[in-house]
């Protein structure tokens, strides 16, 4: 049977919230939660990531009850509350491993003459990452990240649908997170500028 915060707009529960009843927090739970964890997950490779940040953004919805707005949306505050708190959480990775913000081009097409022993052994493993995906991964990925195409050119050009370029480019970065993971520190370093 439905409770009576089940038929409340999203105005009211916020009101309700704001007198602390714990039910109408639990019915904007409901409501929401899977939904920004989806939308959570496509920043993160770990589940457990993504279920922390909205496990966080909800227990700030909580204690920060008494300031929320009954006027103003609150799916559109709960998605912005997420996107910075992914933002944050990304920012911190990056300071983890530091590596410069270079693109993959660069990796592979850089020609130095004092260090370039040391640039091939780059483009060697920035290629056998690359060559550790699935061949339609491999190419859009390369179209993509090697040749600049835009993810419009890539659906026109291989007849597929911008989803379906968006969704390959995010299981390939995916993969070579995980095969990152299993290199070396070197290795880890050389790739991240595949994912970038």
């Known amino acids: 049977m439905a409770s ?5 707009s999203d105005r009211q529960l916020i009101s309700s919230l704001q007198r602390g009843e714990l039910k109408a927090f639990d019915e904007l739970y409901g409501r929401y939660a899977r939904k920004v964890l989806a939308y959570a997950k496509t920043f993160f490779w770990d589940k457990t990531e993504a279920e922390e940040v909205v496990q966080e953004i909800f227990v700030k919805v909580w204690e920060t009850r008494a300031k929320l707005d009954p006027e103003l949306s609150f799916s559109s505050f709960l998605y912005t509350c997420v996107k910075n708190k992914i933002y944050s959480k990304l920012k911190a990775q990056k300071k983890t491993v530091f590596v410069a913000d270079t693109e993959l081009e660069a990796l592979v ?7 370039q022993v040391a640039h091939e052994s780059r483009r060697q493993v920035a290629f056998h990452l690359l060559g550790l995906l ?6 859009i990925f390369t179209l993509s ?6 993810h419009q050119e890539i659906a026109d050009m291989l007849n597929i649908s911008i989803r379906t ?4 480019i995010y299981l390939a970065k995916k993969q070579l997170k995980a095969q990152l993971l299993e290199q070396s520190p070197y290795a ?3 790739g991240l500028s595949l994912l970038a």
Not at 4 to 8: L, M, P, V
Not at 145 to 150: A, I, P, T, V
């Open 134 to 139: 699935p061949p339609v991964q491999q190419n």
């Open 145 to 150: 990240k090697l040749e600049g195409r835009s």
């Open 165 to 168: 370029v968006e969704h390959h």
């Open 109 to 115: 097409d850089e020609s130095g003459h004092e260090e």
């Open 188 to 190: 880890l370093v050389v």
């Open 4 to 8: 009576a915060y089940s038929k409340q």
